[in-house]
């Protein structure tokens, strides 16, 4: 069992930044694959980056690419999301989630394909 907790949001100007934090329990952090996925009101709970149990695979949605960067620490038994050229439209509350598959080969960038999830935190851009 895992459980995350995320933290970091806020409310921001448009082109600030803000850096997310996913802070897991479980001896077993450091072989799961690690997303973020964002809702936005009204919307369906959308992909925004994952990356691999080592950390050497990251992926990105196209709206996010260039921008966002996600970076994990096994030591510290941490995930993040650095949030750069913050834009309006990344208003959503953030989630962290993990796939339990045991140092999966793929990295599954699809709500369904994680088992845990955080409660979410709060991304507001003010235009």
């Known amino acids: 069992q895992v459980q995350l907790v995320e933290s970091g949001g806020g409310l921001v100007q448009t082109g600030g930044s803000l850096r997310l934090s996913c802070a897991a329990s479980g001896r077993s952090f450091s072989y799961y694959a690690m997303g973020w996925f964002r809702q936005a009101p009204g919307k369906e709970r959308e992909f925004v980056a994952a990356?691999?149990?080592?950390?050497?695979?990251?992926y990105y949605a196209d709206s996010v690419k260039g921008r966002l960067i996600i970076s994990r620490d096994n030591v510290k038994n941490a995930v993040y999301l650095q949030m750069n050229s913050l834009k309006p439209e990344d208003t959503a509350v953030y989630y962290c989630a993990a796939d339990r598959g045991f140092r999966a080969s793929v990295v599954h960038t699809t709500a369904g394909e994680y088992d845990y999830w955080g409660q979410g935190t709060q991304v507001t851009v003010s235009s």
């Open positions: 990356i691999s149990w080592s950390g050497g695979r990251t």
